[in-house]
């Protein structure tokens, strides 16, 4: 039988939370150590051992493919897709399983080198990897980029080591074929293994427990992988020998990772914002596996053969496009968080309903010209929606909260591009004018009364009229220790005096003795 084959994740270290589950994992258990019995007792028996190899080895395929299938259709978003690919990918190796098995059933040698049941293992393997990209999609072109880059780094340096080393030796021009597909599994595996580390584990917490199981089964497909590739180019491989039991061990796997999507699902991999990368681990590997090129072609040869300095230039080119994506995401994060605090320094400054200044802001505004040389005319308005509670009581706080909206908007739109605009509180709104005397102050005033008056606002159903009362408080001087106060009590005379009108503050020097009105 071929290579069995691969999907990512690691390790579930999860209570099975029901008893479906619960049933599937304790059949899987029961399975792969009835299956590990068989493959002991019929080593010596050709037959048996080729059913217990090739027919019994199906069961878990089946069920991975079944399992896989619902998965799919159950899923949504990222994980719909991603089980979709796991799906193509169960299929693909279960119809490279079927063929090794007809081969096996039907001709004396087995299948040739290569066959079509190699065609279906690499077919499986691609989609697998394709898979994992599919279920990070959250990391970003970038990450995924450099995941695939960095699975380059690993596989062109430990497999032209390993050409080099192990398997040019020993290769033949009759088999070249074949020995270059059975090298292809590990190395396809590699890849994957690659992939799932660095575009998924370091970029990403709280990893689904399906995609960690597939992950442990891409792990242990893998070094059954590179046993298989050995016992094929160097010794001896039949269906049914203890390898398998380790094929088997990873389908199982990944038909308990298709049960846990359908029993359990999970939101999809959170991606970290600062991801690890793994920035060593590539280099170090293309490092060493070009440097033990060159030392070996100089031991052997005297000088560095043409493929060597091929590996070297391939490998010095993907370590530079690995640094430069490396960079660009690191320049991209910088940027989102530049951005995340300058949204930060906003909101602390706004109004979360009305998009205005906040109370907050207005205050520390005010503080600066407390501090600030005076010399130029500075005013302040104060408008309240005139019997705004009513609006509340019969209209609700949805209405209320839009006629908020729609007001604050309106005095936004008839103010200066120069003027703070700010919520003070509840209805309560305040204009802070830079470089403004009373008489503007005042026309600013009436022309945002009017602008409310003039148009009711609809909030659902309801069209509600809205009036209000402002007052009008201007410091010649620019001095501000008493402005909102002064602003403050011409508002209380504008709602004494009958509402939806604008009164202008009695400056100090005129108002000695005047007591101020409420209402």
Not at 481 to 509: C, F, I, N, S
Request: with cysteine; aromatic share 6%; hydrophobic share 50%.
């Amino acid at each position: 039988m071929g290579s069995g084959q691969h999907r990512p994740g690691g390790g579930t270290g999860t209570r099975v939370p029901d008893r479906p589950l619960r049933i599937a994992t304790v059949a899987t258990v029961t399975w792969l150590l009835g299956y590990a019995l068989l493959t002991g007792l019929t080593l010596d028996a050709p037959a048996a051992s080729l059913f217990v190899g090739d027919i019994l080895y199906l069961v878990p395929l089946i069920a991975g493919v079944l399992a896989a299938t619902v998965a799919a259709r159950r899923s949504r978003g990222r994980h719909r897709t991603l089980w979709r690919v796991l799906t193509a990918a169960f299929a693909a190796q279960l119809a490279g399983e079927s063929i090794w098995a007809a081969y096996d059933y039907l001709t004396g040698d087995g299948p040739p080198e290569p066959s079509v049941a190699d065609l279906c293992y690499l077919t499986a393997s691609t989609l697998t990897i394709v898979a994992v990209l599919v279920g990070f999609g959250g990391a970003g072109r970038l990450r995924h980029l450099r995941g695939l880059v960095d699975s380059l780094l690993i596989i062109v340096s430990l497999g032209a080591l390993g050409w080099q080393l192990l398997i040019r030796p020993q290769l033949t021009a009759a088999a070249v074929w074949g020995d270059l597909v059975n090298v292809a599994y590990p190395l396809l595996d590699l890849v994957l293994l690659a992939v799932l580390g660095i575009v998924g584990m370091a970029g990403h917490r709280s990893v689904p427990l399906a995609v960690r199981l597939v992950g442990v089964a891409g792990a242990i497909t893998a070094v059954c992988d590179m046993i298989y590739t050995y016992l094929v180019l160097f010794s001896e491989y039949d269906s049914g020998s203890w390898i398998d039991v380790g094929f088997e061990t990873a389908e199982s796997c990944l038909f308990l990772a298709a049960v846990v999507a359908v029993r359990r699902p999970e939101p999809p991999a959170e991606r970290r914002s600062f991801d690890r990368g793994m920035p060593l681990l590539p280099i170090v590997i293309s490092v060493a596996g070009t440097s033990a090129l060159v030392v070996y072609d100089k031991v052997r040869t005297g000088v560095v053969s043409d493929l060597t300095l091929v590996v070297v230039a391939v490998l010095f080119l993907a370590v530079m496009l690995r640094q430069y994506l490396f960079a660009a995401d690191r320049a991209g994060l910088a940027e989102e968080l530049r951005r995340a605090v300058a949204e930060q320094q906003r909101l602390a400054v706004t109004d979360g309903l009305t998009g205005l200044a906040n109370r907050r802001h207005l205050m520390t505004m005010l503080d600066r010209l407390r501090t600030a040389p005076g010399g130029r005319p500075v005013s302040l308005l104060v408008v309240d929606l005139d019997h705004f509670k009513l609006v509340n009581d019969t209209y609700g706080h949805l209405a209320g909260d839009a006629v908020l909206e729609a007001a604050a908007a309106r005095i936004a739109a008839a103010a200066r591009a120069t003027d703070l605009v700010a919520r003070y509180g509840g209805e309560e709104f305040v204009l802070l004018l830079a470089d403004t005397d009373g008489p503007e102050a005042e026309r600013l005033a009436e022309r945002i009364r009017r602008r409310l008056r003039d148009s009711p606002i609809a909030a659902g159903d309801a069209v509600i009229a809205v009036t209000a009362s402002i007052g009008v408080a201007t410091s010649p001087d620019g001095a501000v220790p008493h402005l909102l106060e002064a602003a403050d009590r011409a508002l209380y005379r504008a709602k004494a005096q009958g509402r939806d009108q604008v009164t202008v503050a009695v400056p100090e020097t005129e108002r000695a003795g005047v007591p101020a009105s409420g209402g």
